[in-house]
């Protein structure tokens, strides 16, 4: 099956760094790939969605300053948080999708924690 | 926009057991796919069914079937023979199938619990 790769699972760092989580498709071409935010024992909650060589287009309350998506090619996006804060730690995950019809295939999630 | 409701927190069977876990939408397309995914306690999201709005007939995997009610609005999660590695936190999504965008909208999720 289609197989989506979050790399890294884990990350502590201090705060005011910035951290770059990546979302890669192993397997297919992902021409949409999603990415999301989950507060504990909550749900998943849509952060952006990036096309291929298009900018990510945000939802609502997501600032894009802090969240930067980049989704260069079509197995490879990535999330960058900037000058994260202990309010940004957080499960983020990702999604992928080839095209419009197919479901959408999951990362394992980055558990960000900002000290 | 289209909402997704699951109105039951946490619900508990017995192993072995049979449960239903409820799940409304609210949407004004006719043309959509509903989904249930599962979440362990390793967070992975892993998809366990899906139904395709058009489809009169109720998707079934294995342990796994779905009672849809199109008019209703209603997609409930039947688990037969219920087994410990079912717990996890489960959650309803709706999906667009002529919107461009064809994200995801989740329901706040259901904590299912499997006593031995």
């Known amino acids: 099956g289609a197989v989506v790769s979050q790399h890294p699972s884990r990350v502590i760092c201090k705060s005011g760094t910035s951290v770059k989580i990546e979302c890669r498709s192993l397997?297919?071409?992902?021409?949409?790939m999603f990415w999301y935010r989950q507060f504990p024992k909550k749900s998943l909650m849509l952060m952006a969605t990036?096309?291929?060589?298009?900018?990510?287009?945000?939802e609502q309350g997501v600032e894009k300053d802090k969240f930067l998506i980049n989704h260069a090619s079509l197995t490879l996006s990535t999330l960058t948080v900037t000058s994260a804060h202990p309010e940004d730690s957080s499960f983020y995950i990702c999604?992928?999708?080839?095209?419009?019809?197919?479901?959408?295939?999951f990362g394992d999630g980055t558990r960000l924690s900002i000290l | 926009a289209q909402t997704v409701t699951q109105s039951q927190p946490e619900m508990s069977v017995q192993e072995a057991e049979t449960v239903t876990l409820s799940c409304t939408y609210d949407?004004?397309?006719?043309?959509?796919?509903l989904f249930w995914y599962k979440q362990p306690p390793s967070r992975q999201m892993i998809l366990v069914i899906r139904?395709?709005?058009?489809?009169?007939q109720n998707a079934t995997e294995n342990r796994f079937s779905v009672n849809f009610q199109k008019a209703a609005k209603s997609f409930s999660l039947k688990i037969s023979d219920s087994q410990l590695g079912d717990a996890a936190m489960y959650f309803c999504?709706?999906?667009?199938?002529?919107?461009?965008?064809?994200?995801?909208?989740f329901g706040g999720g259901t904590r299912l619990m499997v006593k031995p």
């Open positions: 999604s992928a999708r080839s095209t419009g019809y197919q479901p959408q295939h």
């Open positions: 397997d297919f071409q992902a021409t949409t």
């Open positions: 990036s096309n291929e060589g298009s900018k990510a287009t945000y």
């Open positions: 949407t004004s397309e006719s043309d959509y796919y």
């Open positions: 139904q395709e709005a058009y489809k009169q």
């Open positions: 999504a709706y999906r667009s199938a002529t919107n461009a965008g064809n994200m995801l909208t």
